[in-house]
């Protein structure tokens, strides 16, 4: 069983629409959770921290739950903008700064 | 822009051969750390360099090796390459000891071996 899981896609979604992705992770210790986003080919950029309580930053929420070891990010009002990889990432924390990727699930949002 | 470059962006080798990328890190930055993507892939953690010590490693055998200079510059050595070891190899860099640090990665270097 892969670590971090999530599902590959392609989603494919009209501009305006939402659109939710989500992922589970093997090892309860993990410490930390991020979505990264990733263009074709390019590295990987920080999209935003996930945290117990829920987060939002702007059209985008992610959601942790540690009970059941999943994690989500919705986007609402998707933008052709948005199309790339979305990548589900934990740190099981110690000493480095080690972080577990999922292989990422693949968002083309269509005009 | 993260003020994390790589050298260089595209590599040809051929099975066997060595190959050694570089990275230079973000100002202020005091640990690197190295991921390969294979195709379709996620990144995979290979290890990171803390005060030029390699301080933590991921499941890649020896023939991966690196190093870390005063400059907290970095580079990685991979001996005797093989067809698999075909991968966008991508370099991160952060500054350890900072409340909720944070990676910030390079361009990446495409390597392909043939």
């Known amino acids: 069983r892969k670590e971090v899981e999530q599902d590959p896609g392609p989603f494919n979604v009209p501009e305006g629409a939402t659109v939710a992705f989500n992922c589970t992770y093997s090892?309860?210790?993990?410490?930390?959770f991020f979505w990264y986003r990733q263009d074709c080919r390019k590295e990987p950029k920080l999209l935003m921290s996930?945290?117990?309580s829920g987060n939002e930053d702007g059209r985008f929420t992610a959601q942790l739950n540690r009970a059941s070891q999943y994690i989500s990010l919705l986007i609402r009002d998707s933008k052709l903008s948005d199309s790339a990889t979305y990548l589900c990432?934990?740190?099981?924390?110690?000493?480095?700064?080690?972080?577990?990727f999922g292989s990422g699930t693949q968002l083309t949002v269509l005009p | 822009e993260t003020g994390v470059t790589q050298s260089p962006t595209h590599l040809i080798k051929t099975r066997g051969q060595q190959v050694t990328l570089r990275c230079s890190s973000q100002?202020?930055?005091?640990?690197v750390s190295w991921y390969q993507q294979a195709l379709g892939q996620g990144p995979q953690f290979i290890f990171q360099?803390?005060?030029?010590?390699?301080?933590g490693r991921g499941n890649f055998p020896p023939r991966f090796s690196g190093l870390q200079f005063p400059n907290y510059s970095s580079e990685l050595n991979v001996n005797a390459l093989e067809l698999d070891d075909s991968a966008l190899y991508l370099c991160?860099?952060?500054?350890?000891?900072?409340?909720?640090?944070?990676?910030?990665f390079g361009s990446g270097t495409q390597l392909s071996v043939l």
């Open positions: 360099y803390y005060r030029e010590e390699e301080n």
């Open positions: 996930v945290y117990s």
């Open positions: 991160a860099s952060s500054k350890t000891g900072t409340v909720n640090e944070k990676l910030f």
């Open positions: 990432v934990v740190n099981i924390g110690g000493s480095a700064r080690q972080l577990t």
């Open positions: 100002s202020g930055h005091n640990t």
């Open positions: 090892n309860s210790a993990s410490q930390s």
